[in-house]
């Protein structure tokens, strides 16, 4: 079974940094496309960044863009969301999540495997 399975998540002040794993296990496409995603309470799941598996393109959010990372380590099957510059309103759960048709599309509906998330919280 495939699975994702998110790490990295704490506490953090206001300008500082993170960085995010997702570790894929199991018989994974290597079509899939691999999201992040981040919910607070009380609002919508919300796309973040995502990278294609086997091409690298990548796709980020508007808030997000020129702070966050995403990369790719296909030999561990790990992808990782490096967050700088962070901010009080970038605190939410953050979820990983597998995208069979391999895209890196910003509607969480086309996700079909999804981590447990990983709590980022930003202080100010």
């Known amino acids: 079974q495939v699975q994702a399975i998110e790490s990295g998540g704490g506490l953090v002040q206001a300008g500082g940094s993170l960085r995010l794993s997702c570790a894929v296990s199991?018989?994974?496409?290597?079509?899939?496309?691999v999201g992040w995603f981040r919910q607070s309470p009380g609002k919508e799941r919300d796309f973040v960044a995502a990278?294609?598996?086997?091409?690298?393109?990548?796709n980020y959010a508007a808030s997000v863009k020129g702070r966050f990372t995403i990369s790719s380590n296909n030999a561990k099957n790990t992808v990782f969301l490096q967050m700088n510059s962070l901010k009080p309103e970038d605190t939410a759960v953050y979820y990983c999540?597998?995208?069979?048709?391999?895209?890196?599309?910003?509607?969480?509906?086309?996700?079909?495997?999804w981590g447990q998330g990983t709590q980022v919280t930003v202080s100010s």
């Open positions: 199991g018989r994974a496409d290597t079509k899939y496309g």
């Open positions: 990278i294609s598996w086997w091409d690298d393109t990548t």
């Open positions: 999540a597998l995208d069979p048709a391999g895209s890196t599309a910003r509607f969480a509906n086309r996700y079909a495997i």
